[in-house]
Structures are given as C-alpha cells and as structure tokens.
C-alpha cells in the first residue's frame, strides 16, 4: 500500500550522515570531536563551550559552518575538509540497501549538509557509489545548509528536479518541512520516526522501507 503515495515519484533524494547508514557508526561522534576542536582554535574556548557553541550555531544557523561562516567568517572548505577527515574504515557495503535503491525507478540523488568528498567517500564505503546519478555537497548550495528553503531551491535548480515528483528521505525531521512545503514526499529516516504534518512517512529500516517501492 506505500508504493501508490509513490507512484509520481521520478526523482529519490536522499541525504547522508545517518541515512544512508545506520548512526551507529558513530561518524559524527568523531566529527563532533573535530567540530569542537576547530572551535577551541579560532574562539580560545575550552572543549565544553566550544562543544556548545557548535550546536547552539547549528540551531540558530542551521549548521555549525553557517554559523562559523557568519560570526566568525571562516573559510568554509578548510572547516569542512577538517571536520571530515575521520575514519570510516568501519563502514561495511550494504547489499541490501543498495539492492533496494537499485529497484527504485528514476533518478537517484545524494543531497548532503556535508561536503562532496565526505559524501563519495562514505559511499564507496558502503558500496553504493554506482547507484546515484548526482551527489552534491553543502557547496553546491553556496554553503548554505539544510533546513533553510534557499539550500534546497539551489540544489533542485542545480540538478533540475521538479518537487512534485520527487520524495526526500532524511534522517533530521526538521530537514523535511522546506521539502514537504513545495509538495515532495516526505520520509524519516529513523528508530522512532517523528510524527509530524511535515512527514508522509517513517523509515526505521531503510532497506526494508525502499523494497515496498520497486517498480
């Protein structure tokens, strides 16, 4: 019964970070180590605040580099490049998932708050690398992150997707209110995916959620 709220659909996008893996992994446990200490060294503050201060940006910016980038003008690809420089050697490929994402009909697209090279190293980890037409990173949307409507509309300008046949798959249910908004369908990615008039649908398995919408 799922599938029919798909049938529209010609365009998957998909975010990353805790999406496309289970969170698990544990790779923001290590992001957030460097986010702190990219923090510590241009504000002077101590581990905790800077810890702090990361979030309290992501909150009010939409992400930390926003923040950074508008309190403290940094240049964003030396935080994102040092943010990202952590170990995924523990990622294992997901046959399943991959098998799942192959089955969907249409085009396939990774959309990230994180950059590029982030993304297709995580990927290939995964062994999903051959299944997406596009990944794009937060500077493809000029730096400007998830959930602001402006990073969307950049990105679906970008690669020419049309809201109303495409469906948005993420992790972080704030993220799904801009695309709800101009008329995608909405999935959460989650254990104990929210409730919430933004969100279709929820996806505690991702796998088993996508195999229901094969064609």
Do not use: C
Not at 45 to 56: E, G, N
Not at 84 to 103: E, F, K, Q, V, W
Request: aromatic share 8%; no cysteine.
């Amino acid at each position: 019964m799922v599938a029919q709220h798909f049938a529209h659909v010609d365009t998957w996008v998909f975010d990353l970070d805790n999406t496309l893996y289970h969170p698990s992994a544990g790779l923001f446990a290590q992001m957030d180590v460097r986010f702190a200490a990219y923090v510590m060294r241009i504000t002077g503050l101590d581990q905790a605040r800077a810890l702090r201060l990361a979030h309290d940006y992501w909150i009010s910016h939409g992400s930390t580099l926003a923040g950074l980038m508008a309190e403290h003008h940094i240049d964003p690809d030396d935080f994102l490049a040092d943010v990202h420089d952590i170990d995924i050697t523990h990622l294992a490929p997901d046959p399943l998932l991959g098998a799942a994402i192959a089955g969907l009909q249409g085009r396939k697209v990774v959309y990230t708050n994180g950059s590029e090279n982030h993304a297709k190293r995580v990927l290939a980890a995964r062994g999903l690398t051959r299944h997406f037409d596009a990944v794009y990173g937060v500077e493809h949307a000029n730096y400007r992150p998830k959930p602001t409507a402006e990073a969307f509309a950049a990105i679906f300008t970008r690669d020419g997707i049309t809201p109303t046949k495409a469906a948005m798959f993420e992790d972080e249910a704030r993220n799904l209110a801009v695309p709800h908004d101009v008329g995608m369908r909405t999935v959460h990615v989650h254990e104990t995916p929210e409730s919430a008039l933004h969100i279709h649908h929820g996806a505690p398995d991702l796998a088993a959620f996508l195999s229901q919408l094969a064609r």
